[in-house]
């Protein structure tokens, strides 16, 4: 059974850094493709940051470009995601998604549970 | 980038009714669309990709249609268990953006 576990959410004051991670079972982490996908509370989905599957290539959303840094340990089955600089706007559920293998584009097939980062003072 | 847009952002329905929501794309995604359930307090599942192909254990009453720009997410006989919010998605590259959310409520 795939199962993506999200740790590392908190309340952290703006300014502050956070790492969150993701750990996956249930599959070959190492050969699919990764999110991260965020909700503000009560608002909609919005895609974070993507990561191939030995670590490159890295995109990122405009609204955390330059601030978020997305990673992965394949021999641990971890993927991450490093905060930095958080805004109040940063405040959000955050999922780490798998891209489903086999078909063309990057279909997110799996979501894990989610960990809430809120960023106030 | 391309931006996705849902219609209507909420909607109110009786069981049984069927019920149709569309999502327009701002340029050409070709078939590389998505719809998500994500049910109060849930985490979003995948009922449909490239535009009408059904996933595996989603009820047959939920269907999508489209190409190009605009797309269609259907509900047959809309069931109390399919109150949730939808959301489309666009998946042929990044940013993978999605539509603001369609609520339906009964």
């Known amino acids: 059974e795939v199962q993506l576990v999200e740790s590392g959410g908190g309340l952290v004051q703006p300014g502050g850094s956070l790492r969150l991670s993701c750990a996956a079972s249930?599959?070959?982490?190492?050969?699919?493709?990764m999110n991260w996908v965020r909700q503000a509370p009560g608002k909609g989905l919005e895609w974070v940051s993507y990561?191939?599957?030995?670590?490159?290539?890295?995109y990122y959303a405009d609204s955390v470009k330059g601030r978020f840094t997305t990673s992965r340990d394949n021999a641990k089955n971890l993927l991450y995601l490093q905060m930095s600089s958080l805004r109040a706007e940063d405040t959000a559920i955050y999922y780490c998604?798998?891209?489903?293998?086999?078909?063309?584009?990057?279909?997110?097939?799996?979501w894990g549970q989610g960990t809430l980062v809120t960023v106030s003072s | 980038d391309i931006q996705m847009t849902q219609s209507p952002s909420s909607l109110s329905a009786s069981v049984g009714d069927r019920v149709t929501i569309t999502c327009r794309a701002s340029?050409?995604?070709?078939?590389?669309l998505a719809w998500y359930q994500q049910k109060p307090g849930k985490v979003p599942k995948l009922l449909i990709y490239?535009?009408?192909t059904l996933q595996s254990g989603v009820p047959a009453r939920f269907s999508g249609s489209g190409s190009g720009t605009d797309f269609t997410l259907t509900i047959s006989s809309l069931q109390p268990e399919d109150v949730a919010t939808y959301y489309c998605?666009?998946?042929?590259?990044?940013?993978?953006?999605f539509g603001g959310g369609t609520k339906v409520e009964i």
């Open positions: 998604a798998r891209v489903r293998g086999g078909v063309p584009g990057r279909l997110i097939d799996y």
């Open positions: 249930g599959f070959t982490f190492s050969t699919y493709e």
């Open positions: 490239a535009a009408s």
């Open positions: 990561i191939g599957t030995s670590g490159s290539p890295i």
């Open positions: 340029q050409d995604i070709s078939y590389y």
């Open positions: 998605q666009k998946y042929n590259g990044v940013p993978l953006t």
